[in-house]
């Protein structure tokens, strides 16, 4: 599905990737860990598009170019970025951007959009499915919301919008336990055959709900180590400073 | 790209572009005593009418034009403007809409205003002004059988001269600035409407202003009052064609809210902006002044605005009765050339009145926004209170945002509050909303209508809808 040859990325003459490999093939769950500034996030955001990297290397996403494609057309084909840091968006109600979102996506896919109807009936079921007060949504896009309540407003996206691949940029940084079990319950409802998450973290414990299939570790812009879920046990036994 | 194309592309960015190809009756180009005479005549005005005008022409030639406002314009030549035209179909008076020129009613039709009865689907009275003359009032008698007056205003000088006679120019006297006195001298048609003593006006009215011939200004006058106890909600809204000549739009709007009454106008001003490079446009100097002259009565303005090359307005409130109180909701929006100069004015004379302002000031491209506003309240207004809020959004770094708010307080009983933030969109705001599946028109949109909400709320539901797709419409290519 996601497949990643020898990406290298620069900002402002820095250079952050450096010759990065990933397979990702569709129902896997792939767990990214690694130390600040090891180029977790610059990987997340190149992957869904953000300007102002100069990129190279190959990305294909289902056979396509990803690279080539403008940021709103990759969330088109299916995938999303659960944010480190969600912005604010002042007098913007949460329900109506959601459903801005999802109608703007099945209207590029040829699909019928939801009518106030349909939407709020889908809302209702994912919320209580994620046990996720709906009060929230009646609010302004994350202004004044607390970090787990944005971090939980992210997952509820993405269960919403049911992506091929997501990714989740160290959405549990932060989290208390309430929040963490919402994370990981919103990735798990949305685990199948097809769809495949990209899980970026520092710590094993929202793992210990997840259950990834493989673990990687990326250390200064390249992934220096591939394994299963016990390969984040042992990174949390010796830090990543002694991880070689 | 051939001349065609091109014309079909231009008229994308402005679908009210079009001009209708229709005969006119004109008077002679020029403003002197016999154009006003004229006028007067062919609309078979009394005497006292024709007198009004002719003193507030005697005014005009002692005034100058005002030249403090921040965006300049090349000098009008105002001998060189007609001050009337109308459709020759409307010489001999249409008595019902289907007697109305199909053209004319095709070109409304394209506007997305049904004149025909289907317009009673919208539960919206409509009057339509086309350059300076009404062609039509939809739902007349079942406004009639309240004792509700909506017409246009020849009509009303006609047959309700009492009522004009005893309120018009009674808010803006015919001695008031250069442009609100050229009106006076030289209006030509508008809406006119009266609400009975405790009626609440069942429906909403509003006015379709369309300017259509070319070098021909448009000096409307509309004259509202709300008798006591009354309530009335009632919008305009305007278009113009696509000329590269700048056009003249002086309209004078007179609202007067006695006793416990309450008057909402609402605005959605869609006049041609002009192209991209700046070239013609409408000015759209318009002078709107309500009067809270009852105890406890209110006056609330709302306005979208738009369009227009330049637009240099006040819509402003006399809170003159006790307890009354004033209200002003702006949007405003400039993009590629646009300027604007727009604000509003509260004078605080009675005991306890209120007045609340909310201006959210949108500029894009290389064009200008001013939020121009005065609070005063004078000595006599004791536990008076104001609140402004002035909130301006910038797009890109081309264009220009600024605020200044004149604040006059007489009286230590009473509170003004001020607050003002400037912002800009952000490339974080608009990655995440594409990350969403948005794209960037659709972002701006939502991020701006964001910003605008407060405004939005208060206007008529129907129009909410229209107004937040032209606000949308109208940043259109301004970001990336």
């Known amino acids: ?244 | 790209m051939d001349s065609r194309q091109k014309e079909i592309d231009s008229l994308k960015d402005y679908k009210y572009g079009f001009s209708t190809d229709i005969e006119n009756t004109k008077a002679p180009k020029g403003l002197n005593e016999d154009v006003i005479k004229f006028i007067s005549n062919i609309k078979k005005e009394p005497q006292w009418m024709l007198d009004f005008r002719l003193k507030a022409f005697e005014r005009f030639k002692q005034l100058k034009e005002p030249d403090w406002q921040k965006p300049k314009y090349p000098k009008i030549d105002y001998q060189d403007l007609y001050y009337y035209s109308a459709p020759k179909s409307m010489k001999d008076k249409p008595k019902s809409l289907d007697d109305l020129d199909p053209k004319l009613l095709e070109t409304y039709k394209k506007l997305g205003i049904p004149l025909q009865e289907q317009a009673r689907l919208n539960g919206i009275a409509v009057d339509a002004v086309f350059d300076s003359v009404s062609v039509a009032t939809t739902f007349k008698e079942e406004l009639t059988k309240q004792g509700i007056i909506f017409c246009s205003m020849s009509e009303a000088i006609q047959k309700h001269p009492e009522l004009v006679k005893k309120y018009l120019g009674s808010v803006i006297p015919t001695t008031d600035h250069f442009f609100a006195t050229l009106n006076s001298a030289v209006f030509t048609d508008g809406s006119f409407v009266y609400i009975p003593e405790n009626v609440k006006c069942p429906m909403e009215l509003s006015t379709y202003f369309r300017i259509n011939a070319s070098e021909t200004g448009q000096f409307e006058r509309t004259l509202i009052i709300a008798d006591k106890g009354s309530y009335v909600s009632y919008l305009e809204g305007c278009t113009a064609p696509m000329r590269d000549e700048n056009q003249l739009h002086a309209a004078n709007v007179e609202l007067i809210a006695l006793d416990d009454a309450e008057i909402k106008y609402s605005t959605v001003q869609n006049w041609y902006p002009g192209d991209k490079d700046g070239k013609g446009g409408i000015y759209n100097f318009v002078t709107k002044r309500g009067l809270c002259k009852g105890i406890n009565s209110k006056i609330s303005w709302t306005q979208v605005e738009t369009g227009s090359a330049i637009t240099w307005k006040y819509p402003s409130c006399i809170l003159k009765g006790d307890n009354s109180v004033g209200e002003f909701y702006s949007i405003a929006i400039t993009n590629n050339h646009q300027k604007a100069d727009t604000g509003t004015k509260m004078i605080h004379l009675g005991k306890n009145t209120k007045s609340k302002i909310i201006s959210k000031g949108i500029s894009a491209g290389k064009s200008d926004m001013m939020y121009r506003g005065l609070v005063d309240i004078s000595s006599k207004a004791d536990n008076s209170r104001n609140f402004t809020q002035c909130d301006s959004l910038l797009m890109g770094n081309k264009c220009g945002a600024h605020t200044i708010p004149y604040i006059k307080n007489k009286n230590l009983k009473s509170n003004i509050e001020h607050e003002a933030t400037t912002s800009k969109i952000s490339d974080e705001q608009l990655y995440y909303c594409n990350q969403r599946g948005l794209n960037q028109e659709e972002a701006v949109s939502l991020i701006v209508n964001g910003f605008c909400k407060e405004v939005l709320q208060q206007l008529p539901m129907e129009f909410a809808v229209e107004a937040q797709k032209l606000v949308g419409i109208s940043l259109e290519g301004s970001v990336g």
């Open chain 1, 1 to 244: 599905m996601l497949s990643i040859e020898n990406l290298k990325a620069k900002i402002d003459e820095k250079e952050i990737l450096k010759g990065l490999n990933l397979d990702i093939k569709p129902g896997e769950v792939h767990a990214i860990m690694g130390p600040n500034g090891s180029g977790k996030s610059t990987l997340s955001n190149i992957l869904s598009g953000k300007k102002g990297y100069e990129i190279n290397g190959k990305v294909t996403f289902d056979g396509e170019n990803l690279l080539e494609l403008e940021t709103e057309e990759r969330a088109h084909k299916g995938i999303f970025l659960a944010f480190q840091y969600p912005m604010e968006i002042p007098g913007v109600n949460t329900n109506t951007f959601l459903k801005t979102s999802i109608n703007a996506i099945k209207k590029a896919r040829g699909e019928k959009e939801l009518d106030a109807i349909e939407f709020l009936k889908l809302i209702k079921e994912k919320s209580a499915e994620l046990k996720f007060d709906e009060k929230i949504l009646n609010r302004q896009l994350n202004v004044g919301f607390s970090g787990g309540e944005k971090k939980k407003n992210e997952i509820l996206q993405m269960s919403i919008l049911n992506p091929k691949l997501s990714i989740l940029d160290e959405t549990d940084s932060g989290l208390d336990i309430d929040a963490l079990r919402i994370v990981s319950e919103g990735v798990n409802s949305l685990r199948n055959k097809n769809n495949s998450f990209l899980i970026i973290t520092h710590y094993q414990r929202l793992l210990d709900y997840i259950k990834p299939d493989f673990v990687h570790v990326l250390k200064n812009g390249q992934i220096i180590k591939s394994g299963d879920f016990e390969l984040a046990k042992e990174l949390e036994k010796v830090g990543y400073e002694d991880f070689n």
